[in-house]
């Protein structure tokens, strides 16, 4: 029987970037999954913090040189990758020089949220999806690991939901507690549409908040993972009210609990949104 594969899609991950406990997460959890005798691959964008001479980062030719449109705009997408000594994993880094070459992550030096956030993350979620289709990489499970990913189950949902490559695909989404207390621009969900998509599939992203891209998420996706002890009541409420397969809090450690999870996953009928 062919190995599952699991895509791992995430905004942090240790040694590379270290923000929250995500980043301990989406290091120590794939290679569990991977030990347990699972395909994976690893995507994060690639922010101007982290030192690609010290992690050996190099671009791939061959991935690189597709484009992502938001909002009328081409933006280049290059993809990098390095990787983990002695855990025989590859991470594949997102790039693009107006998205991501500045030193800092979310704020600027005076703690001020980047103005295109919102974009950033459009631009992270469907460069994400384009990089699997072109690597011709099939995953059975796309686990999704925060905001930044928040989008992803949305458009695997819509507009690539007959694609071939991810027609039988089962979305995980992981959330964390509240991240930013600001709110993305207020034209979000409008530049977020793709194509085979309407305003009203992102009704739930509308309000740009931390909260609404949670929910926004876990209206497309196929199972919710907690992440965390404690996320927002409001959040918990929604979950509840989906009534979609939920994996209650536990630490990354839990190897088997999470494979276990995968294959219910894998083996469930696929969810409408």
């Known amino acids: ?24 997460i989406t290091r120590q959890l794939p290679q569990a999954i991977q030990e347990q005798g699972y395909e994976i691959r690893v995507l994060m964008p690639r922010f101007g913090c982290i030192n690609e001479r010290r992690n050996r980062l190099h671009e791939v030719i061959r991935l690189s040189g597709m484009n992502i449109s938001i909002d009328d705009n081409d933006n280049p997408l290059i993809i ?41 993350t459009i631009f992270f979620s469907k460069g994400a999806i384009e990089t699997v289709k072109k690597l011709g990489w099939t995953p059975d499970i796309v686990h999704c690991h925060g905001w930044m990913s928040s989008l992803v189950p949305a458009y695997l949902k819509t507009t690539y939901k007959n694609d071939p490559m991810f027609k039988n695909t089962k979305v995980a989404y992981s959330i964390y507690e509240n991240s930013f207390s600001e709110t993305l621009n207020p034209a979000f969900s409008k530049k977020a549409v793709m194509n085979q998509m309407t305003h009203d599939d992102l009704v739930n992203y509308a309000d740009a908040t931390n909260n609404a891209l949670h929910m926004g ?42 494979a276990q999870f995968y294959e219910e996953m894998a083996n469930a009928e696929l969810v409408s949104a």
């Open 1 to 24: 029987m062919a190995k599952k594969k699991v895509l791992y899609i995430t905004h942090e991950m240790s040694p590379f970037l270290e923000l929250t406990e995500i980043s301990k």
């Open 80 to 120: 990098k990758v390095a990787s983990i000594q002695g855990a025989k994993m590859q991470v594949y880094f997102l790039d693009n020089e107006e998205y991501f070459q500045r030193k800092y992550v979310f704020r600027d030096d005076k703690e001020k949220f980047f103005d295109d956030n919102d974009e950033r």
């Open 217 to 258: 998420a876990i209206g497309f996706a196929d199972a919710i993972i907690k992440g965390d002890e404690k996320i927002d009541p409001k959040v918990e409420e929604f979950i509840t009210q989906s009534g979609k397969p939920l994996m209650n809090y536990t630490t990354f450690e839990n190897t088997e609990a999470f």
